[in-house]
């Protein structure tokens, strides 16, 4: 992605901006993803984004800063 949109927007400079969502609330119908979101763990993909972000500043002449925010949404009432 940032050998795409970076040079399209004239700046070797992005921030790079993941949600991390609470995976009980996710409606998994028609989507299969959820099974392989269960198996994430906040740490672990946040050192491996940082790794990615890293590896392409030397590499690309690019500058990435990783941002995870955090969601956590409220559950809803049974009324």
Request: aromatic share 6%; proline share 6%; net charge positive.
């Amino acid at each position: 992605m940032a050998g795409r949109y970076l040079p399209a927007a004239g700046t070797d400079v992005g921030i790079y901006v993941v949600g991390w969502y609470p995976i009980k609330l996710w409606d998994a119908t028609g989507d299969n993803r959820k099974n392989q979101a269960k198996k994430l763990q906040m740490d672990t993909l946040l050192v491996h984004l940082l790794d990615q972000a890293a590896s392409l500043s030397p590499a690309g002449g690019v500058h990435v800063r990783l941002m995870v925010i955090n969601i956590p949404r409220p559950e809803r009432l049974k009324v």
